[in-house]
T-cell receptor, first 113, second 114 residues
Framework: DVKVTQSSRYLVKRTGEKVFLECVQD?????MFWYRQDPGLGLRLIYF???????EKGDIPEGYSVSREKKERFSLILESASTNQTSMYLC????????????FGQGTRLTVV | KNQVEQSPQSLIILEGKNCTLQ??????????LRWYKQDTGRGPVSLTI?????NTKSNGRYTATLDADTKQSSLHITASQLSDSASYIC?????????????FGGGTRVLVKP
């Protein structure tokens, strides 16, 4: 059974804190993605990685960084959390190739107060 | 401007009825189109995936169609059930040299009432 696991379902952090969101997949997928989902805006791509230590900016990378030291793990980092980063964060992974399925984690709802 | 547009934004239907959701896209070069179902507070789960050469794909009571010429897709739900209440998201995959970029529509929120 394929699985993408995000480390937390719910997080509450204070403004200015450094926040780590972890994502692990057990499918040996090359590609991993971080999205945020906000009402009325759909899913927006923050960063993605197509290989270990490789990363590319998505559509809204400002205020975020990522780390992919191992193939199975992709971390999203908020260096200094702000209230406008309150959102649902979704991690996804895919194999290479055009027809491959994208599998999502269960999501992390982050609230910055 | 969002390159994947879905309509309607929300929809209420009675249990047992059918409904159709629309997706128009402008992204290119197109690789494939996917429909996902997302229950409240959960991650999206795949329903169908179609390449440009496929016109229709079914998954149980869900049937997706694709017209690559007009860049339109639809998702038809037959004999709706209460468990169909969810958001349905259209996702278009772009061909890129490194990785496949997914472009998401804003979703259609479906509420099935008894």
């Amino acid at each position: 059974d394929v699985k993408v696991t995000q480390s937390s379902r719910y997080l509450v952090k204070r403004t200015g804190e450094k926040v780590f969101l972890e994502c692990v997949q057990d499918m040996d997928h090359e590609n991993m993605f971080w999205y945020r989902q906000d009402p009325g805006l759909g899913l927006r791509l923050i960063y993605f990685s197509y290989d270990v230590k490789m990363k590319e900016k998505g559509d809204i990378p400002e205020g975020y960084s990522v780390s992919r030291e191992k193939k199975e793990r992709f971390s999203l980092i908020l260096e200094s959390a702000s209230t406008n980063q309150t959102s649902m964060y979704l991690c996804a992974s895919t194999l290479g190739g055009s027809r491959t399925e994208a599998f999502f984690g269960q999501g992390t709802r982050l609230t910055v107060v | 401007k969002n390159q994947v547009e879905q309509s309607p934004q929300s929809l209420i239907i009675l249990e047992g009825k059918n409904c159709t959701l629309q997706c128009n896209y402008t992204v290119s070069p197109f690789s494939n189109l996917r429909w996902y179902k997302q229950d409240t507070g959960r991650g999206p789960v795949s329903l169908t995936i179609m390449t440009f050469s496929e016109n229709t794909k079914s998954n149980g009571r869900y049937t997706a169609t694709l017209d690559a010429d007009t860049k339109q897709s639809s998702l038809h739900i037959t004999a709706s059930q209460l468990s169909d209440s969810a958001s349905y998201i259209c996702v278009v995959s772009l061909i890129k040299a490194a990785g496949n970029k997914l472009t998401f529509g804003g979703g259609t929120r479906v509420l099935v009432k008894p």
